[in-house]
């Protein structure tokens, strides 16, 4: 099967899947120089849809159409959020569609971890 891999030396890793075939994925964690040789870790997971609809962000105002080498400005909107809850962590997309449907995602997120 395809893999994928974060190997930044940072703290934080990072693997964006797009368009991720069905299945059983599994995920394997090497802690390179890991203090004490174990060290707890957090894992987030979510499946953001690509067709609209399904969740709470939505598009408050965008261009209706797009020009190369342009700059257009698009401003979402997100309900059902708490103001200021440590601890939640958001994540959504704005799809870009042209004449042959979705041509690309741009992820949103809103992070309150600590």
Avoid: C
């Amino acid at each position: 099967g395809e893999e994928f891999s974060s190997t930044a030396g940072g703290t934080d890793e990072l693997i964006d899947i797009r368009g991720p075939a069905d299945g059983t994925w599994k995920v394997y964690v090497h802690g390179w120089a890991a203090p004490g040789g174990d060290s707890d870790y957090d894992m987030w997971t979510w499946a953001v849809p690509a067709a609209a609809g399904g969740g709470t962000l939505s598009i408050v105002s965008a261009p209706t159409s797009a020009t190369n080498a342009t700059v257009g400005t698009v401003q979402v909107g997100w309900s059902g959020i708490t103001a200021g809850a440590v601890g939640d962590w958001y994540l959504g997309a704005v799809s870009h569609t042209g004449p042959s449907g979705v041509m690309g995602l741009t992820l949103v997120n809103i992070d309150n971890r600590p």
